[in-house]
């Protein structure tokens, strides 16, 4: 049996193919192309979750500088400051895709734009009908990518 094995036989009496090394490169592609497409609804899974994260970071910021305006522990002034973070903030998330969280950001930075720091326009659109209406649609996207809208209010008592 041994003799047949190292001449290249099994032990059915037939002879084993040589290695195709072309053929095995050629299984090697296919396999990683297979692997390509599960890669990307991964990494545009996390996309998807960290833009979501984001979000509720600046619902935080708005959430909480509501807080103590309403408390008397902030001035209005104050609030449109924190109000100019948030939409600084939100500007800075990633609305590129092609998915409904991109859409819900996109929709989200179009009821809020961005306020550049030191600019003496006051941010507009936080807490309007607009931005209510782009967060509760983006709302489902976001809990299907498995990061629920979530805020931390930590102001008050």
């Known amino acids: 049996m041994a003799a047949l094995m190292a001449a290249g036989c099994d032990a059915a009496g037939g002879a084993e193919p040589e290695p195709d090394p072309a053929r095995e490169a050629e299984q090697g592609d296919e396999a990683q192309a297979d692997a390509a497409p599960d890669e990307a609804p991964t990494a545009d899974a996390a996309r ?11 619902m935080t910021i708005v959430e909480n500088a509501d807080n103590a305006l309403r408390e008397g522990r902030m001035t209005a002034q104050e609030q449109r400051g924190w109000y100019g973070v948030a939409t600084r903030s939100l500007g800075r998330i990633p609305a590129a895709g ?15 734009p961005a306020v550049d720091a030191g600019a003496a326009d006051e941010p507009a659109g936080i807490g309007t009908a607009a931005w209510d209406d782009a967060l509760a649609a983006l709302a489902e ?11 931390s209010a930590f102001t008050g008592g």
């Open 48 to 58: 998807e979750a960290a833009a979501c994260a984001a979000v509720s970071d600046v």
């Open 98 to 112: 092609a998915g409904a969280v991109s859409q819900g950001v996109a929709d989200l930075q179009a009821a809020a």
């Open 141 to 151: 996207p976001c809990l299907a990518a498995d990061a629920e809208l979530t805020v």
